[in-house]
Structure formats: C-alpha cells, structure tokens
C-alpha cells in the first residue's frame, strides 16, 4: 500500500511562507494522483489542492488560490505544498494524501473519498 509522510509543517507568522512535503514509500509516486487536504479544531476537514499522477492537471480551493503552489517531484517520490502570504486561518493540521490517477483530473472540491492512503499530518500554526 501506498504510504505517504508529510513534513515541513510549523510555527511561522502572519505572511510567512512554509514549504510541506509529502514524501511517499512502497510504490513510485508517478502513477498517483495526490491531494492535500487540512483540518483544523472545531471544523470539517477541506480539500486543499490536487496534482495529477503527470503533473498536467492541478486544482485549488477558492480561499488558497494565488496563495499556494502544488508540485511535485517524481524522481524524489515527493509533492510539495508551497503556501506564501499564510493568515491565521491557515492553521490547521494538514494532510496528504493519494490514489492511483492514470488520466486523473483534478477539480475543486477536492474530495477526500476520492484518495484511499493517507499521510498521519503535519501541524501548521500562523500566529503572531
């Protein structure tokens, strides 16, 4: 099975930048769609983003576009999360997670019934 471990989640202040990584074991990620999604205290879990297994489709929700980047490296086996100009609202565990995608399209919603393995989280904070 598909196993994924999310890194690069922390503390940073209003308007800083974080850089999440999802690096994935037991298969190459390059056939797997990936979605990153976030869930904070109190409220129900929310699709992030989406890459396509090839890189070629990619998808935001609405209150992170302009904002985040997705894109992965395949030869690394990573996705990466590069989320600029963070607001508190922001905070939030997040998670990413995978399915396998040939021909995948991403659309927003990014629905979570749609990617079978899934990351354990990573913790971001944006505070002053």
């Known amino acids: 099975q598909l196993q994924l471990v999310e890194s690069g989640g922390g503390l940073v202040q209003p308007g800083g930048s974080l850089r999440l990584s999802c690096a994935a074991s037991g298969f190459t990620l390059d056939v797997y769609a990936i979605g990153w999604f976030r869930q904070a205290p109190g409220k129900e879990r929310e699709g992030v983003s989406c890459i396509s297994s090839s890189g070629g489709s990619t998808s935001y929700t609405d209150s992170v576009k302009g904002r985040f980047t997705i894109s992965r490296d395949n030869a690394k086996n990573t996705v990466y999360l590069q989320m600029n100009s963070l607001k508190p609202d922001d905070t939030a565990v997040y998670y990413c997670?995978?399915?396998?995608?040939?021909?995948?399209?991403?659309?927003?919603?990014?629905?979570?019934?749609?990617?079978?393995?899934w990351g354990q989280g990573t913790q971001v904070t944006v505070s002053s």
């Open positions: 997670a995978g399915d396998y995608g040939d021909g995948w399209v991403c659309v927003d919603p990014i629905k979570a019934a749609d990617f079978g393995s």
